[in-house]
């Protein structure tokens, strides 16, 4: 240890100095005393102003001071007293942006609020922006890491390496176009049913698309008979794992995915850990015990009555996935498919109601193209253009998911001007 003494011996600071091993340059101990001496002298002057000035530019450089608008949050918390209160979504000086910026305990939300936006960030550069921000609730405890849709493109950050790509690559299969067609008879039966039942009881409309959705899919999916009612045991179960999922990814839901040291808490301390493991032992039981009767039922040579769970599990060598991963792949795609048709659905009626004049227009060329003689059948679609474009505006009109599952960005960005920050959701 010793004392520093200024240039040229003039002047003695008060600032202690130690020499660092393997160096031969002084570390200055910057005492209170030190700063002042500093400070006070023409030379520390400059020093202490240099300082300052490097400061004041490099905050007005900072690229945080560039972050999308967003509702003014509070210290340390942020917004994240906001995030249960949509209120702010209405602002009248926030709808006019194209990304909108909230911060809740350190973790950066973007809210993609034009079609530009979205357009630009998530297709033309989606390398940065498809990454799925880690949903510790939703994907790790109730999902158990299985949910194919949670899970991260990114093969190293898998829960199990190489996951997604398995489970893409199998649901892509049992999907295709020439697999599809193995249903139509399904998807003509639940049409002509719920025809039927519009007539019968047309009060009861949402009960009655509930059905028809819930029996297409479980047909579909795991080769189960036709239902009678959207009350079905193993429906209604699958319909409350889809409402708890969402439920728990909604941002703010739980204080664990702002602040993840919380998931090593024992879960007899915690109430929100001991009921995401009952429910993900209770929804695990559920999709492998659905799994597993559409497998008892198949032809060793082939079913004749093809389901999706079947056709996985017959690829299971080339999509290397586990039993129980299977099981877990069909039962997304039953939550995926069955509320959001269901919805669509009762938003093309509301149209149908409220123009009238499209109805009519389409009845005209049903009429001209399948006639009154027979049911239509999916061979007459290429022959019905404005009947199809309107399936198609309505998806466009009103999306089912209009918020779409959360990404995350894996680098920092620059959009218009505005930084989107690395690991932002």
């Not at 200055?28 to 490097?54: F, K, M, N, Q």
């Not at 999907?175 to 067609?181: D, F, N, P």
């Not at 679609?381 to 999306?399: C, D, F, M």
């Amino acid at each position: 240890m010793g004392r520093n003494p200024s240039v040229g011996g003039s002047v003695h600071l008060g600032c202690d100095t130690t020499v660092l091993p393997g160096s031969s340059f002084p570390y200055y101990h910057l005492s209170p005393d030190c700063v002042w001496e500093l400070a006070t002298t023409r030379g520390g002057l400059a020093v202490v102003l240099g300082l300052a000035l490097i400061i004041v530019v490099r905050y007005f450089r900072s690229p945080w001071r560039r972050v999308p608008p967003g509702p003014r949050g509070l210290p340390l918390i942020g917004n994240a007293s906001e995030l249960r209160d949509k209120v702010w979504l209405f602002s009248q000086r926030l709808q006019t942006k194209d990304v909108m910026y909230l911060s809740a305990l350190g973790q950066p939300i973007l809210f993609l609020n034009s079609l530009k936006a979205a357009s630009e960030l998530l297709d033309r550069r989606g390398t940065i922006y498809s990454a799925r921000p880690r949903l510790i609730m939703a994907q790790e405890i109730i999902s158990g890491g299985l949910l194919f849709g949670f899970l991260n493109v990114d093969d190293t950050k898998c829960l199990a390496r190489g996951r997604w790509r398995r489970s893409r690559r199998a649901a892509h299969q049992g999907l295709t176009k020439a697999a599809v067609r193995n249903y139509h008879s399904i998807l003509r039966k639940e049409g002509v049913l719920l025809t039927s039942a519009l007539l019968a009881d047309p009060g009861a409309l949402e009960k009655h698309f509930e059905r028809t959705t819930a029996s297409t899919m479980m047909s579909i999916l795991y080769d189960y008979p036709t239902l009678r009612s959207e009350n079905e045991k193993s429906v209604k179960e699958a319909v409350a794992y889809a409402d708890r999922m969402s439920g728990s990814a909604a941002p703010g839901a739980y204080l664990v995915e702002l602040l993840p040291w919380m998931l090593h808490i024992p879960e007899r301390f915690a109430r929100w850990k001991y009921e995401g493991n009952r429910d993900f032992t209770r929804f695990n039981t559920l999709f492998e015990s659905l799994f597993n009767r559409a497998l008892v039922g198949m032809d060793p040579e082939g079913s004749e009555r093809p389901s999706i769970s079947a056709s996985v599990f017959e690829d299971s060598g080339d999509n290397q996935l586990s039993r129980q991963e299977m099981a877990w792949l069909a039962g997304a795609l039953f939550v995926a498919v069955a509320e959001t048709t269901s919805t669509t659905m009762s938003w093309w009626t509301l149209a149908m109601i409220a123009h009238p004049e499209v109805q009519k227009r389409a009845h005209i060329e049903l009429d001209t193209v399948v006639g009154r003689s027979r049911t239509p059948t999916f061979s007459d679609a290429p022959n019905l253009p404005y009947i199809q474009a309107i399936v198609k505006e309505i998806l466009r009109w009103r999306p089912a998911l209009p918020f779409s599952l959360p990404h995350s960005t894996t680098e920092d960005d620059w959009y218009n001007g505005m930084f989107p920050e690395s690991h932002a959701m």
